[in-house]
């Protein structure tokens, strides 16, 4: 008999059960969404190879339990016959989640599941010192949890205001978290704390006269970590404006990872470790201006 490869099928997805033999199957779902004729595919497997469920995992996965061994190859046929692949366990890019964003949701500022399906093309299962994720929310609601991630994105705006719009009716000083902006009436004049403002884009999607207007972009967090250790994701960068901004952005901190990583070290603690100034003074490098 064959010698199982059991690094393999971790490697492909496939993660041992306390039962000898048996797996619980990771799917590679990007940005928590699947084809209803997946699911549907996902539900036949479950009945035919497995105990008849699933498994939702806290980051928009599904996995399969109870997969026998013998039965490996034949689940691998029918996923294809779908366009499903297994997920990626291991020290390497994780499976991309990802909120609903602006196209289904009125607060979010830019398109989430889009974003999510080219993060999962550009990095998905990319070897790395330790696994790696990559979370996408659409605003500062977050509710994605950004800062959970090794590097979380979230949806931010840049302002600026258009004074021959601005009725100084307030609203945006009222709707503003930080409370970065002051509005006085009487002498109409306005003013924005840059220092203080969050990108949030509240003043822009409040305002009844379009007197605010704004650059949609991405907050960055780094370092989020949520295990046996926890440690919240921290903003080492300005509002990233373009998406290929983001990209270099992303491709350096995983260069960064791979160079200074040690095997089985988590991100936050390779930066802890080797500095986080370290980090940003490479990422200072990148020309991120437009």
């Not at 036949?44 to 599904?62: D, P």
């Not at 010192?129 to 996408?136: N, Q, S, T, Y």
Request: aromatic share 8%; hydrophobic share 35%.
């Amino acid at each position: 008999m064959a010698e199982v490869d059991y690094k393999a099928l971790k490697k492909g997805g496939f993660m041992q059960q306390v039962q000898k033999d048996h797996f619980a199957l990771r799917l590679r779902v990007a940005g928590g969404q699947i084809q209803a004729d997946q699911l549907q595919k996902v539900t036949e497997l479950a009945r035919t190879y497995g105990q008849g469920y699933i498994h939702m995992t806290s980051r928009q996965g599904i996995e399969i339990p109870f997969i026998r061994l013998e039965d490996v190859e034949a689940v691998l046929n029918e996923l294809k016959e779908v366009g499903l692949e297994p997920g990626a366990c291991g020290p390497r890019v994780r499976t991309i989640t990802a909120c609903q964003g602006a196209v289904i949701c009125p607060s979010g500022l830019i398109d989430t599941t889009r974003l999510a399906g080219e993060l999962d093309k550009r990095y998905f299962a990319r070897e790395l010192p330790h696994k790696f994720k990559l979370g996408v929310t659409g605003c500062g609601n977050n509710c994605l949890k950004a800062e959970e991630n090794d590097l979380g994105i979230k949806g931010g705006v840049r302002p600026s205001w258009q004074q021959d719009q601005c009725i100084y009716c307030g609203l945006c000083q009222a709707v503003c978290p930080a409370k970065a902006i002051e509005v006085h009436r009487q002498e109409e004049t306005l003013s924005l704390d840059s220092q203080l403002c969050t990108y949030c884009g509240k003043c822009v999607k409040s305002c009844p006269t379009s007197a605010w207007e704004g650059e949609r972009g991405f907050l960055l967090s780094f370092g989020g970590l949520f295990g046996n250790r926890i440690a919240i994701g921290k903003g080492i960068l300005p509002l990233v404006i373009t998406e290929a901004h983001l990209y270099q952005v992303i491709n350096k901190t995983l260069e960064f990872f791979q160079n200074h990583g040690k095997p089985s070290e988590r991100f936050r603690n390779t930066l802890d470790r080797v500095g986080w100034e370290t980090l940003a003074k490479e990422l200072e490098g990148l020309d991120l201006e437009r």
